[in-house]
């Protein structure tokens, strides 16, 4: 039997210790510093200001908090229902006894899910161009010269427009952790259920729902988590735009895209690197309480599943 | 036992690696070589054709000087980048961009003052007056002027004539609505409707401003509101989406009869499209007193940052690059006014078509505010465009938000 004693242990793991204090706190350390300074564009200097960032940002009347962040949290909840909707109906369909080559229909889903988002984002900023876009275009051969949807300059088209590419992308995913939780329900239940005459309807809510939620559940959050955190896909084809009323974001700037904005984006301007400090750390509280749940989640999952 | 070796034989294995990277990062690092290479990064917004003869200037002083190394960057967001980046030590050598953000680079400690190595007797004697004076702020040097730039009207001759181009605003919504409708699927006049930039020819023409250099701000002017209504006049016989390459693809592509457009692009037109360019000037406003539109004029400049490793190096390329005649070989392809003094007297210059076309606009011209305070600015009128071009709201109510973000943008820079 072979003892390791602790400090070997501990020296094995002091590496990649050492790595994240130094990788993950030191920036995550400096934002919570900045966040209680005045630091800005134009003044170099770190003066405290104690919770003034944060009252601003959350009792000010021109303050972006709760507006970004209804429209994230909009934008997750929506999406997020489409996904498990979607990965249900595709997963159900796969797992039909009827469907043959399954791992072709597989791949066939999993290749939007596999392609870079960067490249399929701009791709759809194509597919949704007012005037030059194959949807509009394909649409004018049908409705006339004058058809147009303006996807991507009309706010709630513009919103339908990122949930669409960000659906179009994620669901394959869920298809696929559905799918294996179905095929791990083994078949002699359905059968008993069909013996004892409960119907499709019954079976998929009193047998198979249950059964695979405890998959699902903690695929769900951490999808919410992610979706929360959208940057790329949604800043590729809007930037956070249209822009609605110049005193306001943009109605498809996420947490993310906001924060972007301010500092590096096109629209950066008299930057307040102290807010968006703050702002950020306000987000990274919410995410934290948020994957706190999703490990609850899961290991409430777990038990259930024992 | 045998473990226990392999457990100290990994350790060591861990330790040596951790000592070969410390170890050649000092190495590297250290100025002890006697052949004393430099790197210098030049943060820039230039591209296509127009890249091509100003990389060609710093390849030439490589050549000159084999232990120096030039690095181009191009960057999107440009400045605000610079800026973050600059305060976290990751910053380029050198920025290259239009004189307008000078006074946010300045306020914000971003660039240093040159004067120890550009004499204001140096940059007054060698760069036309205007130019030098827009690479001084508050009584400094900060770096040398390369152009001088204006958006003006090009026009695709196989597609309209020089007597079709409007000279006054009503003509030129006509222009816009005939030429539509006798060639559908085509474009009169393109511009990138949403932008500040391109847009201030209208604001300034009908006798509007965007900020005073006392920080007032006049988005919410009648004029301005009028200059608004103007550009929102277009909105059925232009594309929805109208931003800077879409309209360049549309005039490349001989979809478009002409653009409004600065030198910049002028190269990319010119050479790789293969367009017969001819050049007018922006049309009058007769709601002003026929006051012809007025576009910024801008300087092209080059500073230098806090970052910068050997400023002194750094002021030898800027001298080299804007010499006379680096510029007049580079002016040839781009068709820029230079600002280099004698580059501008010369009889090439005087002959070249594309030089006096900007040359001609740019004395209609306003200079680009180089005030921080404009900083503020180019988001809230921006924003303000995008909500008239999109139709979500009037001008006016565009522009009186606008207004009310600038001002609290202003207060920002002040406070």
């Given at each position: 039997m072979l003892q390791v004693k602790r400090r070997t242990i501990f020296l094995y793991l002091l590496p990649i210790i050492v790595t994240i204090l130094i990788i993950n706190m030191t920036p995550i350390l400096y934002t919570l510093y900045l966040s209680f300074t005045n630091n800005t564009e134009f003044n170099e200097a770190y003066n405290f200001v104690g919770l003034a960032n944060y009252i601003h940002l959350f009792f000010a009347t021109d303050s972006d908090l709760f507006y970004v962040l209804g429209l994230t949290v909009l934008y997750v909840g929506i999406c997020v229902v489409l996904f498990v909707l979607l990965g249900t109906v595709t997963a159900l369909a796969l797992n039909h006894?009827?469907?043959?080559g399954t791992s072709i229909w597989m791949s066939l889903l999993l290749v939007p899910w596999a392609a870079p988002s960067a490249v399929t984002a701009l791709i759809w900023k194509f597919l949704f161009n007012?005037?030059?876009g194959p949807i509009n275009q394909i649409g004018r051969l049908f409705f006339g010269a004058h058809f147009g949807v303006p996807w991507l300059t009309n706010p709630v088209a513009a919103f339908a427009a990122v949930v669409i590419v960000n659906v179009w992308l994620s669901y394959p995913f869920f298809t696929v952790v559905i799918l294996g939780a179905l095929q791990s329900i083994p078949a002699e239940l359905s059968e008993a259920a069909s013996v004892d005459g409960a119907n499709g309807w019954q079976r998929f809510w009193r047998l198979t729902f249950p059964l695979v939620s405890p998959a699902v559940m903690p695929a769900t959050v951490l999808s919410a988590i992610t979706t929360f955190q959208m940057f790329n896909t949604v800043y590729l084809i809007t930037q956070g735009g249209p822009i609605t009323n110049p005193a306001r974001p943009g109605v498809t700037t996420f947490v993310m895209i906001y924060m972007y904005n301010e500092v590096l984006g096109a629209t950066a301007a008299n930057i307040h690197y102290a807010q968006v400090a703050a702002f950020a750390i306000t987000m990274f509280v919410i995410l934290g309480a948020l994957t706190f749940l999703a490990r609850a989640l899961s290991l409430g999952g777990r038990a259930v599943q024992a | 036992m045998k473990r226990n070796y392999s457990i100290l034989l990994l350790i060591s294995m861990v330790l040596a690696l951790f000592a070969v990277a410390c170890g050649s990062s000092v190495s590297s690092g250290g100025s002890s070589s006697p052949a004393q290479k430099e790197t210098v990064t030049i943060w820039h917004g230039w591209q296509g054709s127009y890249l091509a003869p100003k990389q060609a200037i710093f390849d030439a002083y490589m050549k000159l000087h084999p232990n120096v190394t030039i690095k181009l960057v191009n960057q999107q967001n440009l400045i605000p980048k610079s800026i973050t980046a600059v305060r976290a030590n990751n910053g380029p050598d050198i920025i290259a961009w239009a004189d307008d953000s000078l006074g946010e680079l300045v306020d914000s400690h971003t660039v240093i003052p040159m004067d120890q190595y550009i004499s204001e007797s140096y940059v007054n004697s060698t760069y036309m007056p205007a130019a030098a004076k827009a690479v001084q702020f508050n009584g400094q040097v900060w770096g040398v002027p390369e152009t001088v730039e204006a958006v003006t009207i090009m026009y695709n001759k196989k597609l309209v004539s020089a007597d079709q181009i409007p000279t006054t605003t009503d003509q030129m919504l006509s222009f816009e609505k005939s030429y539509e409708q006798q060639h559908p699927g085509q474009y009169g006049i393109v511009w990138p409707t949403q932008d500040a930039y391109y847009n201030a020819p209208w604001f300034y023409g009908f006798g509007a401003f965007y900020v005073k250099p006392d920080g007032t701000v006049g988005l919410n002017t009648p004029q301005a509101t009028a200059a608004g209504n103007f550009i929102a006049s277009f909105r059925p016989y232009l594309p929805k989406q109208l931003d800077g390459t879409t309209a360049s693809s549309l005039f490349s592509e001989g979809k478009a009869a002409a653009i409004i457009d600065g030198p910049w692009a002028y190269a990319d037109y010119a050479t790789k499209a293969g367009i017969d360019i001819g050049f007018a000037t922006l049309p009058a406003v007769p709601a002003n007193n026929n006051t012809r539109a007025t576009p910024f004029v801008g300087v092209k400049s080059l500073w230098v940052t806090k970052?910068?490793?050997d400023p002194a190096l750094c002021a030898d390329i800027l001298k080299f690059y804007t010499d006379y005649q680096n510029q007049l070989n580079m002016i040839k392809v781009t068709g820029e006014i230079p600002a280099n003094q004698q580059a501008l007297n010369d009889p090439v210059v005087k002959s070249d078509r594309a030089i006096a076309g900007f040359a001609n606009q740019a004395q209609y011209g306003t200079p680009?505010?180089?005030?921080?305070?404009?900083s503020a600015l180019w988001t809230p009128v921006a924003n303000a465009l995008a909500a008239i071009w999109t139709g979500t709201q009037t001008p006016a109510a565009a522009l009186a938000a606008a207004q009310k973000a600038a001002v609290k943008g202003v207060q920002g820079v002040s406070a």
């Open positions: 006894p009827r469907i043959k007012y005037d030059f | 970052n910068a490793k680009l505010p180089n005030t921080p305070y404009m």
